[in-house]
């Protein structure tokens, strides 16, 4: 079928109800291509529920769509944080693989671990964090040639003179057929194919759920440049790990890291008049690489910042984003449903 969604809007589905459970990743508005609006998936159905605020908002301010929320959610008993001494032992022990494939044991001791966990696809522009491990890099070598001059002062930040000390750590597959441009190709164009590491995740094959908790220990810190986020799975398992987050600005980002307390920092955006409009007309939000030098700098000199947000993050993912919780939200709205006349 060409358009399957056209044919999936003509079917009729009565005496069956229906719920739709929806993301908004995107500014503007919800996705729409022609006929094929997302507003109109939403007004079919019985039950619109959107997985975030900013998705129930939306929906309700551009299209004026009244929709149910419920958060999306994840295990705190699987992940969870581990001691400093198993940290310690985990960063000693694990194996982790550069840009060539080449296997480094040991080789995360003793260093400041910017990590995150992403499908290496355009939506997540990885090219984002490179660019801002780039700058740190050329701050701390003295390149200032294409650094902004408002921005020079950045050379004196701590993660930048301790530039040595710093290791990125990525959960992706670096030869994602998804991906825009080869990250691999990306880090040795701006020189810090020495920085970025992988965990070994191929997107052929499976990575056991159980090793997972151990990578999001690893981190110091979870830092994603995302474009826009219909909720941020990685982004609250890294809060239930105890990792504080730094995550670019808009869709999801503030009600999950600012909330009911705050246990990351939003990475500004660029603007919505210079963010790009993306596929199905939706607004992508274009990361702040400067801005991400200072929260990330912010985060390297301040362990007792990272322990309180990531203490955090533990306590809202417990009392909020726990599918215990989540699960008996969905059933009290099933429950509403199915006894509508």
Same mark, same amino acid.
């Given at each position: 079928m060409?358009?399957?969604p056209?044919?999936?809007?003509g079917?009729?589905f009565?005496p069956?109800?229906?719920?739709f459970?929806? &993301?908004? /990743?995107?500014g !503007? +508005? $919800?996705p $729409?291509?022609? &006929?094929?609006? +997302?507003?109109?998936?939403?007004?079919?159905? !019985?039950l619109? *529920?959107?997985?975030?605020?900013f998705?129930?908002?939306q929906?309700?301010?551009?299209?004026?769509?009244?929709?149910?929320?419920?958060?999306?959610?994840?295990f705190?008993? #699987?992940?969870y944080?581990k001691?400093?001494?198993?940290k310690?032992?985990?960063r000693? /022990?694990v194996v982790?693989?550069?840009i060539?494939g080449?296997?480094?044991?040991g #080789?995360l001791k003793?260093?400041?671990?910017i990590?995150?966990?992403?499908?290496?696809?355009p939506?997540?522009?990885p090219?984002?964090?490179?660019?801002?491990i780039r700058?740190m890099?050329d701050l701390?070598?003295?390149?200032l040639?294409?650094v902004?001059? @408002?921005?020079?002062?950045?050379?004196?930040?701590?993660i930048?003179k301790?530039?040595p000390n #710093?290791?990125v750590?990525?959960h +992706? !597959?670096p030869? /994602?057929?998804? @991906?825009h441009?080869?990250v691999?190709?990306?880090a040795?164009?701006?020189?810090?194919?020495?920085? #970025?590491?992988?965990?070994g995740?191929l *997107?052929?094959?499976?990575f056991? =759920?159980s090793?997972m908790?151990?990578v999001?220990?690893?981190?110091d810190?979870f830092?994603?440049?995302?474009?826009?986020?219909?909720?941020?799975?990685?982004?609250i398992?890294?809060?239930?790990?105890g990792?504080? +987050?730094?995550? =670019?600005?808009?869709?999801? =980002?503030?009600?999950?890291?600012?909330d009911?307390g @705050?246990?990351?920092?939003?990475?500004?955006h660029?603007?919505?008049?210079n963010?790009?409009?993306?596929a199905?007309?939706?607004?992508r939000?274009m990361m702040d690489?400067?801005?991400?030098?200072?929260?990330?700098?912010?985060?390297y000199?301040? &362990?007792e910042?990272?322990?309180k947000?990531?203490?955090?993050?533990?306590?809202?993912?417990?009392?909020q984003y726990?599918? /215990?919780?989540?699960?008996?939200?969905f059933d009290?709205?099933?429950?509403?449903?199915?006894?509508?006349?």
């Amino acid at each position: 079928m060409e358009n399957p969604p056209n044919v999936w809007l003509g079917l009729d589905f009565a005496p069956a109800k229906s719920v739709f459970y929806f &993301p908004s /990743d995107g500014g !503007d +508005c $919800l996705p $729409l291509r022609g &006929p094929i609006q +997302c507003q109109r998936v939403l007004e079919k159905v !019985d039950l619109p *529920i959107a997985m975030s605020k900013f998705g129930q908002k939306q929906a309700l301010d551009v299209h004026g769509l009244h929709t149910e929320y419920v958060p999306h959610a994840t295990f705190p008993h #699987i992940y969870y944080p581990k001691s400093p001494e198993e940290k310690e032992k985990l960063r000693s /022990d694990v194996v982790v693989y550069d840009i060539h494939g080449r296997a480094f044991k040991g #080789i995360l001791k003793d260093k400041f671990v910017i990590g995150a966990v992403f499908r290496n696809q355009p939506r997540k522009m990885p090219d984002r964090m490179i660019l801002a491990i780039r700058l740190m890099r050329d701050l701390h070598f003295g390149n200032l040639n294409d650094v902004e001059p @408002q921005y020079h002062h950045l050379k004196d930040t701590e993660i930048v003179k301790n530039y040595p000390n #710093i290791v990125v750590l990525w959960h +992706c !597959d670096p030869n /994602d057929p998804a @991906q825009h441009t080869p990250v691999s190709d990306m880090a040795r164009l701006h020189k810090v194919e020495d920085k #970025i590491f992988f965990t070994g995740m191929l *997107i052929t094959e499976m990575f056991p =759920t159980s090793r997972m908790n151990d990578v999001y220990n690893l981190f110091d810190v979870f830092f994603l440049s995302t474009s826009g986020e219909g909720f941020g799975i990685p982004t609250i398992e890294a809060m239930s790990s105890g990792i504080p +987050c730094a995550v =670019t600005s808009g869709t999801t =980002t503030e009600e999950l890291l600012l909330d009911d307390g @705050q246990c990351g920092t939003p990475i500004r955006h660029i603007g919505n008049y210079n963010n790009p409009i993306g596929a199905w007309s939706v607004r992508r939000m274009m990361m702040d690489v400067y801005h991400a030098v200072e929260v990330l700098n912010m985060y390297y000199v301040n &362990p007792e910042l990272r322990a309180k947000h990531g203490e955090v993050g533990r306590k809202k993912v417990i009392e909020q984003y726990n599918w /215990d919780t989540v699960g008996k939200k969905f059933d009290q709205l099933f429950t509403n449903l199915m006894e509508k006349p």
